[in-house]
């Protein structure tokens, strides 16, 4: 069992739909977690960062936090065509870049117009 | 601000060629990482450094990996010989600032070895 579960879909949605995106992972020691998008032959590209449990709000995107479940989750309101990317989790134990991530395997999502 | 560099974008070799990546990380960051990504997968790590030290290097194939950072700045990762199985895209990221955990990535090296 890999530390970090992503489903890698696709995951197909209509335009304007909410999109919810997770992951769970086994180490309890993770405290930092992150949500990374990746266009197609291009690097990841940081979209939200929470610490420890909880919620956190972005303009149209909310990351939930549950540690004591070691679930993640990322949901993306009024969903557009050119949020059509893969998206990938991704944790730490220590912050101030004091060790490496840890991803999941990435999920694709399709935003049909 | 520029972001991560990285250069070559591609790189095609055959099989027990050397090949070497290279990446200028964001100004001002100390911290630079290596990490590979296979097709389908997330970036696994490869190797960290603060400034000019490597301290973390546990998951570097070290017999055919190697990596410097000279002057703390740009760093190189070379592979020496590849095989078919190294083929994958390269991702360097830089963070900066302690008590912040954000990466930022550059667009990567695809290599593949024939």
């Known amino acids: 069992q890999k530390e970090v579960e992503q489903d890698p879909g696709p995951l197909s949605v209509p335009e304007g739909a909410i999109v919810s995106l997770n992951c769970t992972y086994s180490?309890?020691?993770?405290?930092?977690f992150m949500w990374y998008r990746q266009y197609s032959r291009k690097g990841p590209e940081l979209l939200m960062y929470?610490?420890?449990?909880g919620n956190k709000e972005d303009g149209r995107f909310t990351a939930q936090v549950d540690k004591s479940s070691k679930y993640i989750s990322l949901f993306i309101r009024d969903s557009q065509p050119s949020d059509s990317a893969t998206y990938l989790c991704?944790?730490?134990?220590?912050?101030?870049?004091?060790?490496?991530?840890?991803f999941g395997k990435g999920t694709h999502l399709i935003i049909q117009p | 601000e520029a972001g991560v560099v990285q250069s070559p974008r591609y790189k095609i070799i055959e099989k027990k060629q050397p090949v070497a990546f290279w990446c200028n990380p964001i100004?001002?960051?100390?911290?630079l990482y290596w990490y590979r990504q296979n097709l389908g997968q997330g970036p696994e790590l490869l190797i960290r450094?603060?400034?000019?030290?490597?301290?973390?290097d546990s998951q570097l194939p070290k017999d055919r990996f190697s990596a410097e950072r000279l002057k703390g700045v740009d760093s190189t990762l070379k592979i020496q010989p590849a095989e078919l199985g190294d083929s994958a895209v390269y991702l360097c990221?830089?963070?900066?600032?302690?008590?912040?955990?954000?990466?930022?990535f550059g667009p990567g090296t695809r290599l593949t070895v024939l």
């Open positions: 180490n309890s020691a993770f405290q930092y």
């Open positions: 991704a944790m730490s134990a220590q912050g101030g870049g004091a060790d490496g991530l840890t």
């Open positions: 100004s001002g960051h100390n911290t």
């Open positions: 450094y603060e400034n000019e030290e490597a301290v973390d």
């Open positions: 990221a830089s963070s900066g600032g302690r008590g912040l955990n954000t990466q930022y």
């Open positions: 929470t610490y420890s449990s």
